[in-house]
């Protein structure tokens, strides 16, 4: 597999004029190698947007390398924007232009045969609304016009960050499988969002951000791997007995009004076997596998904001690594990484 | 080629430039309706008297010119009569405009008297044009997210920015010369129709040209500045903010405190001065701080002139484009 985006130490600064400074970028990493769906996750001023906005030469990054095809970005952008698809946040257009109007000139302005033009209107579902003015669409028809824009290139690589912002679930549902045909026809995509959920279908590799600096990085399967702790959630009818039992038998414990956790599990079957020598029948004995929402919320150190509401495996309180509060909990990388090298977890 | 023609589109296409379009052929028209309404054909009768009476008044300006002469012979030193130091100042054959018939005709439109000031009044409308969709073109895209999407298709931020002046540029030219063709042909129209040709000579064409073609450099110089403002300031509302900001504060502002202060030569540090200087040729004001204490003859006159206008615009222009494009190479977009 080549490498379509590299990125290394990418550091952003933004400076107010009134003094004072925030670090959007603190010494990122990213690679996205060809013909991954590759999922780019953060959460809210983590710096995703302004990495994406440097790679595409919106913003000057005030140190690092980055390369697209591996040519130096933004420097030799130019010789492989063609090959470049790109959305960044939510695309505004001018109201008074129909769709197609918009497009149509987006694809002279780039030497695209505009013959393309109906063709991405048809790809992602506008046709019937391509000769409306934009100020009438809706935020998602706008989200569609502007991912038509980014396909009207026919490009290798395709950006999208947030594509799913203002799209019902048939919307969502649409995004998802086009980036899925994209994907079987060879295009690489780099896609941000904050739907987890989406990402985990969608995306074959992840790469985790949070406060400028890139916590996890890997196959989405390699990373949930790496956060499967071995927890199962046991329904019985006698908590504190059983609590007792699977202790007595080294077991590590936590209970719930209604259930337990037992942790570190090797082999799940030593649950009910325990409890049935003691005449205590297991009524649940339910794996608890991490998705990608726990491994983010963990990982980026917000999964207070869900205290409560959470899967059960989400880290207690116990499990943080005394950093401070505004670092990363912990930097892991699995399969092919950028530069530098991280932690893998135990 | 390609970024050229989706550019003339996008600004040709722009409801802004539309109505101001609509805007600038209304101003054009009530312009010449009005002159038409107030103008007629002179009878025969009208054309003899005003006839007369400019011989009259050229007959009168000799006279003057030779008194003035006999005066200075005579010894009578220059404040004491009215007459200028130099009579030749006052020579009728060096005179840019003797009195004719027009000059005696009322309601009457004659073209070779009044189309300099009309002509005057289309460069500023077309100024005033040439500024506001300058600013606009460009305000309205670095802050609707145009110029991103635009530059995520041609990641060239100079050849993108470039592209879009040398459009607005080309644009306002073509609208510039093509409404003038249409504004000076129906005032030329009315003169045949409905008043007096006059006698344009072939310096006056010579003079209603290069006054034209000023005018039309001063047209892309406001379309320029427009532009290069609001690239500066990231919004129209840049633009037209420092346009009015300089007008109240300086133009009128600090007119009034260089006379308060009494600072010599005060039209000398204002933008109209240098504007007038190269529209006209040659502008002369009047020094207040030259000629004190009075104790003789004092003369306080000084000039601009189209030379210094030129240079002056230029640099002002030149500095606000290098601004512009350096600002907008380094930035970060939004």
């Not at chain 1, 007595?248 to 030593?270: I, K, N, R, S």
């Not at chain 2, 006279?63 to 130099?86: K, S």
């Not at chain 2, 063709?181 to 003169?191: C, K, N, P």
Request: charged share 20%; hydrophobic share 45%.
């Amino acid at each position: 597999m080549s490498t379509v985006i590299e990125i290394s130490g990418l550091r952003k600064t933004f400076r107010r004029l009134r003094g004072g400074a925030h670090v959007a970028l603190d010494g990122f990493d990213l690679l996205v190698e060809s013909g991954q769906i590759h999922g780019f996750l953060g959460p809210n001023g983590s710096g995703k947007t302004t990495t994406l906005r440097a790679l595409l030469g919106l913003v000057r990054a005030d140190s690092g390398r980055m390369t697209v095809f591996g040519e130096p970005a933004p420097e030799r952008l130019p010789q492989v924007a063609g090959r470049v698809g790109a959305i960044v946040e939510s695309p505004q257009f001018f109201g008074n232009f129909t769709g197609r109007r918009t497009l149509r000139l987006l694809a002279v302005a780039g030497g695209v045969p505009t013959s393309r033009v109906d063709a991405v209107l048809e790809q992602v579902g506008l046709a019937d609304r391509a000769d409306e003015r934009v100020r009438s669409y809706s935020l998602g028809m706008k989200q569609r016009l502007a991912v038509a824009s980014a396909l009207l290139k026919e490009p290798e690589l395709l950006i999208l960050d947030e594509p799913a912002n203002g799209l019902d679930p048939a919307g969502i549902r649409e995004m998802r499988d086009l980036m899925r045909d994209l994907a079987a026809a060879g295009v690489t995509v780099l896609v941000s969002s904050h739907i987890l959920a989406e990402i985990q279908l969608i995306c074959d590799h992840v790469t985790i951000i949070s406060r400028g600096r890139r916590v996890v990085a890997g196959r989405v399967d390699e990373v949930l791997a790496g956060f499967d702790h071995g927890e199962y959630r046991v329904r019985v009818a006698e908590l504190d007995r059983a609590a007792e039992l699977l202790g007595a038998a080294g077991l590590t414990v936590v209970g719930h009004p209604d259930h337990l956790v037992v942790q570190q599990v090797a082999d799940p079957t030593a649950i009910a076997r325990t409890l049935g020598e003691q005449g205590l029948w297991v009524r649940e004995v339910t794996p608890l596998t991490p998705d990608l929402e726990s491994v983010f919320l963990e990982l980026t150190g917000t999964g207070h904001r869900s205290a409560g509401t959470g899967p059960e495996h989400t880290a207690p309180p116990d499990r943080g690594t005394g950093r401070d509060a505004g670092e990363p909990e912990r930097v892991i990388e699995l399969g092919p990484t950028a530069t530098g090298s991280g932690e893998v977890p135990a | 080629m390609n970024l050229v023609r989706a550019e003339l589109e996008r600004l040709t296409a722009r409801r802004f430039v539309q109505l101001m379009v609509v805007l600038l052929i209304a101003a054009f028209g009530i312009t010449i309706a009005t002159t038409l309404a107030s103008s007629h054909r002179p009878t025969q009768v009208e054309v003899t008297r005003a006839e007369q009476q400019a011989a009259t008044a050229r007959q009168e300006m000799v006279q003057a010119y030779q008194n003035c002469l006999a005066a200075r012979a005579a010894g009578v030193q220059p404040g004491q009569d009215g007459y200028p130091a130099n009579c030749a100042e006052m020579d009728p054959a060096r005179s840019k405009h003797l009195p004719s018939a027009g000059d005696f005709l009322y309601q009457v439109f004659v073209f070779d008297q009044q189309i300099r000031p009309l002509l005057y009044f289309l460069i500023a409308f077309l100024m005033l044009f040439a500024f506001l969709v300058g600013a606009s073109y460009i305000g309205a895209d670095l802050t609707s997210g145009g110029m991103t999407n635009l530059l995520l298709w041609r990641p060239q931020r100079m050849t993108v920015l470039g592209t879009k002046l040398g459009a607005l540029l080309g644009t306002v030219l073509v609208v510039s010369v093509l409404s003038s063709l249409l504004y000076l042909g129906a005032f030329w129209l009315i003169a045949v129709v409905g008043g007096l040709v006059g006698d344009p000579t072939a310096t006056f064409w010579t003079d209603l040209s290069l006054t034209y073609l000023r005018g039309l450099v001063l047209v892309l110089m406001a379309g320029t500045l427009g532009f290069s403002v609001a690239t500066l300031g990231r919004h129209t509302a840049a633009a037209l903010g420092t346009f009015a900001g300089y007008v109240v504060l300086w133009e009128l502002g600090a007119r009034v405190v260089f006379e308060i202060i009494e600072v010599a030569r005060p039209d000398q540090w204002m933008l109209s001065s240098y504007l007038g200087a190269w529209l006209v040729g040659r502008v002369e004001f009047w020094d207040n701080q030259a000629c004190r204490p009075i104790e003789s003859f004092c003369d306080g006159m000084y000039e601009i002139t189209w030379r210094g206008g030129l240079l002056v615009l230029t640099l002002l222009v030149a500095g606000a484009v290098a601004a512009s494009f350096t600002a907008f190479r380094r930035r970060d977009l939004a």
